[in-house]
């Protein structure tokens, strides 16, 4: 994030601002998705018989048939002037009480929300029209004989342009040209604008999030801010995790750093920025309490452009922790296999407590563990021989559970594979992993184990069903007066 915005995030501040859009420099400002209401309903027809609202909506569909920026028509009308959340054009003598200059054919006026990260974004957008210019609506050149007044729908696709986030574009041929033309269709350079400005996401990596610990570090080829907002001028680094929930859940996340500045923030899957900390303290290190509803987020990393803090620096490595708390069982991610088979097989299971009230990854050595899994098993697997597996996965060690449901320690590779129950798979496969298992009691103050169940076929006993989100499970004393 940028360090100058310290400031005012501190204070929360979402700030408010318009532009008349007659020039724009490179923003990379744009709408939280690609897509938008916009209000129509203007009254008159042109000169070759063609209502303005007919061109307009034209203009409109091209934008959406030919881009991945799609508009939605309602035809309503609003005054384009009113800062009322609604997306409007119409024709006017003047833009909202100042003079068109002699050459402003039409104008539009965007209004933007600031972020957390990035260039502004787009929440409005309206187009002002110029009503002491002679309009027309035609294809071709701009200049006919026997045709008064200019297109208007080549003024309605460029205004609309500026409507999506793209600026004027000098070099290419292109319908973002800063003055009208002969062009009167949308070009490539349009099409390929709009697709870059809402493509950020496809230039950074996505991991997906482990629970528990793990350790990773910002610099070299990690993306940056500004190649995920695709704009802005905000060149700090940034790790992208990836994580899923079925139920509201309460989280924690915790990043320690030595080296790195870190600044933790949740946003939605489509950047939707949701929480943040920057951490105010002496440390570098940053953590993130928050609840979320059900759906896709994104854990981000990130750091500053520019260090704040003397003792920190804008690069280097960190250990995230992340923890949850739900009243539900969490995701345990898609399905994968050893040799890489498809398969639609589903995962479920939690760590808990309190007999299942409640589910989440952190205990003390004296809490009664329950644990359990369930695997709904691929429909083409069911019927079959088959057996289950469970597997801890320790820091130096693996361990697997056996049919007497002890833990027993396996090398990297063990073959066979130890098996938890062998039988001819069902539907539905539950596995009751541990019940009143009290960490203190076995001598163990301390751990942490990432769980992975699964299952394989007699026929091909090499290939194990599983699946990729393990389930973390992390003992340790209760600190008192936390931290
Ligand atoms: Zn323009």
Redesign the pocket.
């Known amino acids: 994030m940028r360090s100058t915005l310290l400031q005012a995030l501190a204070t929360a501040v979402i700030l408010l601002v318009s532009n008349a859009?007659?020039a724009f420099d490179i923003s990379g400002s744009k709408w939280l998705r690609a897509k938008a209401d916009f209000y129509v309903d203007m009254e008159g027809i042109s000169g070759t018989q063609i209502s303005w609202n007919d061109a307009f909506i034209a203009a409109m569909n091209a934008w959406s048939e030919q881009s991945i920026f799609d508009f939605t028509l309602v035809e309503e009308n609003f005054d384009p002037c009113l800062f009322d959340g609604r997306s409007s054009v119409d024709f006017a003598a003047n833009y909202c009480g100042t003079e068109f200059g002699s050459n402003t054919l039409a104008i539009t006026v965007r209004r933007f929300a600031g972020q957390t990260l990035g260039p502004n974004r787009i929440t409005e957008a309206d187009i002002i029209v110029n009503d002491s210019i002679e309009f027309n609506v035609y294809d071709g050149p701009l200049v006919q004989f026997g045709i008064p007044g200019l297109d208007f729908g080549r003024v309605a696709l460029?205004?609309l342009g500026?409507v999506i986030g793209l600026d004027?574009e000098s070099s290419n041929k292109a319908i973002?040209a800063?003055s009208i033309g002969n062009l009167f269709e949308l070009q490539e350079d349009d099409i390929n604008g709009v697709t870059a400005l809402y493509s950020g996401l496809d230039a950074c990596e996505v991991k997906l999030l482990a629970f528990g610990a793990s350790s990773n570090g910002l610099g070299g080829n990690d993306c940056t801010v500004r190649e995920l907002t695709v704009g802005g001028t905000d060149e700090s680094f940034l790790d992208l995790y990836q994580f899923q929930i079925g139920q509201a859940t309460d989280f924690e996340f915790n990043v320690e750093s030595d080296v790195l500045d870190a600044v933790l923030i949740i946003a939605t899957t489509d950047l939707e920025f949701l929480a943040l900390d920057f951490d105010a303290s002496d440390q570098c290190g940053s953590s993130l309490k928050t609840s979320l509803d059900p759906g896709s987020y994104f854990l981000i990393v990130n750091t500053f452009d520019e260090p704040v803090k003397d003792d920190c620096g804008v690069t280097g490595t960190y250990k995230l922790r992340a923890d949850y708390s739900a009243s539900g069982k969490p995701s345990m991610g898609t399905s994968t296999s050893l040799l890489g088979s498809t398969n639609l097989a589903r995962y479920s299971g939690g760590i808990s407590k309190d007999g299942g009230v409640t589910y989440s990854n952190v205990f003390t050595p004296d809490d009664s563990l329950q644990i359990e899994a369930e695997i709904t098993t691929d429909i083409r697997h069911r019927g079959k021989d088959g057996f289950l597996v469970v597997a801890a996965l320790l820091e130096n060690q693996i361990l697997m559970l056996n049919e007497q449901g002890e833990f027993v320690e396996v090398g990297l590779n063990p073959d066979p594979i130890v098996r938890f129950a062998s039988k001819p798979l069902q539907a539905i496969e539950p596995l009751s992993i541990a019940t009143d298992l009290v960490p203190g009691a076995l001598g163990i103050d301390e751990i942490e184990a990432n769980i992975v169940v699964g299952y394989g076929l007699d026929s091909d006993p090499q290939d194990i069903f599983y699946h990729l989100v393990p389930l973390n499970l992390t003992v340790r004393p209760l600190v008192s007066g936390g931290g």
């Open positions: 859009a007659t460029h205004e500026h004027h973002m800063p």
